[in-house]
């Protein structure tokens, strides 16, 4: 059978699944894996059924007394197709598979054919015909019904599908398929026999796990992948599936036997209005199972947005957010006509610092200069680090006198800093700043450009220094 493992081609992205993703995706796993003991399982089903003609055991052929039995060729089809799902291409490739898919259309085909056509080519093909015969003629029933014939003729075409990799289509005749026996059941629970009619419990039975091992061997794609998806769509739909068949089966079930036992009508209204109800639970299960996962989804989102535009160390804004916003408030001074400010600061020396008391001083150093620079200005000012010493500072509605005094003041909130193991052994941390604002210029960059240039004239002048353009 098909390797569990989920390849290139059927990875979302596109890429190689790596170790835990293969792991999430369990359920197509053991999908894949269940397919051959089931469909060995079902072929073990024809062999009885087989058995109890060869040893006249009626038993094994007709579960219910009186019930309709599971003719010979029904049974053949059976184990032509469970060995075909059980040995697939595990030996000999895909050849099993179109063997025994090609027998079992042969067989169920000539059914179909005879009742399309009233021909009898189906009864040339069926083992033990006499025995068949002889219980029909006793008015027993005895023949591969068109619903198993239909049955069974689905499932084949699946099997034949799937083995030239046509996955979708096989999937597709497997859910087909799959109707059947679940509307046979439900006549057996209901006691209803024109549900059921010629499908005897045991071809029942085994249809549905040809069906379903049939489905389990194309959980790699389509809509079977979809349903055992370890995300959040796969969990709603399972859990949907689950109460949608159970529900209104033991819902049915109920009004049904209320209606045996008494003549009262009042019970289908019980069944519509319950049926109602749970649909609606059903919704609301399912909404409340998708927000939770979207309020997850939500806290990631801004989890991952947050670390984008954040400084990791000193919890600043990052070089990309202050564009962001600091573009955004450009535009807004040359509407409303208005003039903005700009301070680029650098620490002095930094790289002494580094050299000096390590990477660990370094960064002390850079998170209690930036909390000063924080605390220091308007909440609608726009603080960054910008650079591995660089901050800036985006003053709005400020001309380039108050951005200079603005500047000062920093300058020496940051000098008068304490930093044990640094101050008091090798001095006060210094920066230098430079400051520009808007007027006649066209953008940001070419804002912080004269910044730019206003904090180097600062450093060749001596540093620990407020230079404007």
């Not at 595990?90 to 090609?102: H, N, V």
């Not at 629970?189 to 009619?197: E, I, L």
């Not at 009042?266 to 299960?285: E, K, R």
């Not at 520009?436 to 220094?465: H, P």
Request: hydrophobic fraction near 45%.
């Amino acid at each position: 059978m098909e390797t569990p493992a989920l390849t290139a081609s059927e990875n979302n992205s596109g890429q190689q699944p790596n170790h835990s993703e293969k792991h999430a995706w369990i359920l197509v796993k053991y999908a894949l894996a269940v397919s051959p003991p089931i469909g060995g399982l079902s072929a073990l089903f024809g062999f009885v059924v087989l058995a109890g003609y060869f040893g006249s055991l009626e038993a094994l052929y007709r579960p219910i007394s009186g019930g309709p039995a599971t003719n010979p060729l029904t049974a053949t089809a059976i184990i032509f197709v469970g060995l075909g799902l059980a040995i697939g291409q595990i030996r000999f490739g895909l050849w099993p598979q179109r063997f025994a898919s090609l027998a079992a259309l042969i067989f169920t085909g000539s059914r179909l054919l005879d009742a399309m056509a009233g021909s009898s080519i189906s009864t040339t093909l069926t083992p033990f015909h006499d025995i068949v015969l002889s219980e029909i003629t006793a008015g027993k029933s005895n023949a591969m019904g068109v619903n198993s014939a239909t049955m069974l003729f689905l499932i084949s075409l699946s099997l034949a599908l799937h083995s030239y990799r046509l996955i979708i289509a096989a999937q597709f005749f497997g859910f087909l398929a799959l109707a059947a026996p679940l509307v046979s059941f439900t006549g057996y629970a209901y006691g209803f026999k024109s549900f059921y009619g010629q499908m005897s419990l045991i071809t029942a039975t085994a249809g549905f796990f040809l069906s379903f091992s049939a489905l389990s061997i194309t959980a790699r794609r389509g809509a079977l992948r979809a349903v055992l998806s370890p995300y959040i769509g796969g969990k709603i739909a399972r859990i949907q599936i689950t109460l949608g068949l159970f529900v209104p089966f033991a819902l049915g079930f109920l009004v049904v036997k209320a209606l045996l036992e008494t003549s009262a009508g009042n019970p289908f209204g019980v069944f519509v209005v319950g049926v109602s109800w749970f649909i609606i639970i059903l919704v609301c299960i399912s909404a409340i199972i998708q927000e939770r996962a979207d309020q997850r989804r939500r806290r990631a989102e801004r989890k991952l947005a947050f670390s984008a535009t954040t400084d990791p160390l000193t919890h600043l804004p990052n070089r990309r957010k202050f564009f962001e916003d600091g573009g955004r408030e450009f535009k807004r001074i040359e509407r409303n006509q208005t003039v903005l400010s700009v301070l680029m600061i650098d620490i002095d020396f930094f790289k002494k610092v580094n050299d000096t008391a390590g990477h660990a001083m370094g960064d002390n150093i850079l998170i209690e200069v930036g909390k000063t620079l924080s605390q220091s200005i308007r909440a609608i000012d726009l603080i960054a680090r910008i650079g591995g010493e660089e901050f800036v500072i985006l003053l709005s509605d400020t001309d380039i006198e108050i951005a200079e005094r603005i500047g000062e003041k920093l300058r020496t909130e940051i000098e008068d800093l304490e930093i044990e193991g640094w101050t008091d052994i090798y001095g006060p941390i210094t920066v230098s700043i430079g400051c520009a604002n808007s007027t006649d210029k066209a953008t940001l960059d070419e804002m912080l450009s004269y910044a730019d240039k206003a904090l180097y004239k600062a450093k060749e002048m001596g540093r620990n220094r407020v230079v404007s353009t």
